[in-house]
């Protein structure tokens, strides 16, 4: 049966298949009582009604949901689409955004605008340079590494054809929950370990006025741990980073980190970026401090922009 959908209700209109066999029912119960007539008119339709959902349910493009705003990339392949589709959507709260200074996600204030140049600068060098991964760090704590992290993602998620991944790899902190504000969330430890699979643990913006799409995938960790260092030294780290990266094919992934000075998580995690955004805290960071912090890093990770954060000037950056 094809049941088209009428524009005025949500109740499907009768292709000619389904109203013959309606036709034809009424026929066959010609002569019977009225109420008769209407019990099995009823039934009836409501077999069609049932047809036409479960018709619907199986024949739904993968991503439309609320949130499915935003067009799929042409050059998405299938089984990425398809799991991309898996991810859950987490609810957008647009005031609750706001006052985690989520700036990007409402635009109404001028520092947002920062984030759209540095947007725009990360993917042009990603790209020139055919990387992916950058580590958001700063040199010691509370320069606003989760304040970054969390804005340049909401802002890329505006790039329709640009898919991104943000993760909380600030394992004894797990700073990005309270600027989404989710109270719980499962522990990134686990599916670095490999005990969980990818769609435990990521998940995608819900529908929302803010036109942010959903091409961002977020994995946010829910329990802080003091082995970081140690478990970013292992193999299976490695392996569930690649494997996420072959499954979501995103171009940007944004690792939110620790301090690069404070413990060795930084310098554990080296193998697993190529490149660095650093966070400088206006009235926080040293030029010392970002010396050492670059030198720990080492040279064969560029450090491809400075974002001066918490400074009167608005946030700057440098390549
Ligand atoms: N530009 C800013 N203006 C005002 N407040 C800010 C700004 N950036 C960050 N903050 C605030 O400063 C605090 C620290 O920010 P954030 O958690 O992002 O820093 P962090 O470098 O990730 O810290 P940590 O080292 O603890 O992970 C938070 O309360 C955050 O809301
Ligand atoms: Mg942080």
């Known amino acids: 049966m094809n049941a088209e959908t009428s524009s005025r209700s949500a109740r499907p209109r009768l292709d000619g298949d389904a109203k013959a066999r309606l036709m034809e029912e009424i026929a066959r119960i010609e002569g019977a009582a009225t109420t ?11 077999q069609i009604d049932a047809e036409h959902s479960a018709r619907a349910a199986t024949s739904r493009p993968l991503l439309e949901t609320p949130a499915a705003r935003v067009q799929i990339p042409h050059n998405m392949p299938p089984e990425v689409y398809s799991r991309w589709s898996r991810l859950p959507h987490l609810p957008v709260n647009a005031a609750s955004l706001d006052r985690q200074l989520v700036i990007t996600a ?9 984030f759209d140049v540095l947007r725009t600068r990360l ?27 969390i804005n340049l993602a909401i802002t890329l998620s505006r790039y329709d054809d640009c ?47 803010l036109q942010l799409g959903d ?16 478990l970013f030294h292992q193999a299976k780290t490695g392996d569930v980073l690649d494997e996420m990266e072959e ?20 310098i554990a995690f080296r193998p697993h970026f190529d490149c660095v955004l650093m966070v400088v805290g206006g009235g926080i960071t040293t030029a ?15 450090i491809l922009g400075v974002v001066l954060n918490k400074a009167e000037i608005e946030g700057q950056y440098a390549y």
């Open 36 to 46: 008769e007539i209407e019990a099995r008119t009823a039934k009836l339709m409501a």
């Open 106 to 114: 409402s635009r109404t204030d001028p520092a947002h605008s920062a």
């Open 123 to 149: 993917v042009q060098a990603l790209a020139d340079k055919g990387w992916t991964r950058v580590a958001i760090t700063s040199p010691t704590a509370g320069c606003g590494k989760s304040f970054t992290a």
């Open 163 to 209: 898919r991104t991944v943000l993760m909380d790899m600030d394992m004894r902190k797990h700073g990005l929950m309270r600027y989404l504000g989710v109270k719980d969330a499962p522990a990134i430890g686990d599916y670095l370990r490999g005990l969980s699979p990818l769609e435990n643990h990521f998940c995608r913006l819900g529908a929302n006025a």
């Open 215 to 230: 091409n961002l995938a977020i994995a946010l960790n829910g329990r802080a741990e003091s082995y970081a260092a140690e």
């Open 247 to 266: 499954a979501l094919e995103p171009e940007v992934i944004l690792f939110d980190l620790p301090p690069a000075l404070a413990q060795d998580d930084v």
């Open 288 to 302: 010392e401090e970002v010396r050492e912090a670059t030198r720990r890093i080492g040279e064969d990770k560029p």
